[in-house]
């Protein structure tokens, strides 16, 4: 679940940092910091499902204003997938949501 979490973070961060003709963001950029696989991992370990939720939202916020916000085609969808993960109260049931997610968030990307 780890790699999904940071796989969705990785996404959206590229979304709302890399420009056309920019460096790409990738794992080890200093804007993962907080966002890698052991961060997550920790949260997992610790069965925080509200801290992950509060990391995976500062990403998805990020994404969401560089797509124009909800009132755009891909932002709705952004957000409504987002909503899935947030609405999700067991780690079980978060990893289908949130792959919907990740794949969503790279196909746009």
Sequence with gaps: MELTLE???????????????????????PVMDAYDREVFGLLVRQGDLAGIRLKLDECLTLAL???????????????????AVQNTDQFDALIPPLTTLKDYLKDIQ
């Design 65 to 83: 204003e560089s797509l124009g916000g909800a009132t755009t085609v891909m932002g709705r969808e952004l957000q409504r997938l987002a909503t």
């Design 7 to 29: 796989a969705v973070a990785l996404f959206a961060l590229k979304l709302a940092h890399e420009t056309d003709g920019g460096s790409p963001v990738l794992r080890d950029d």
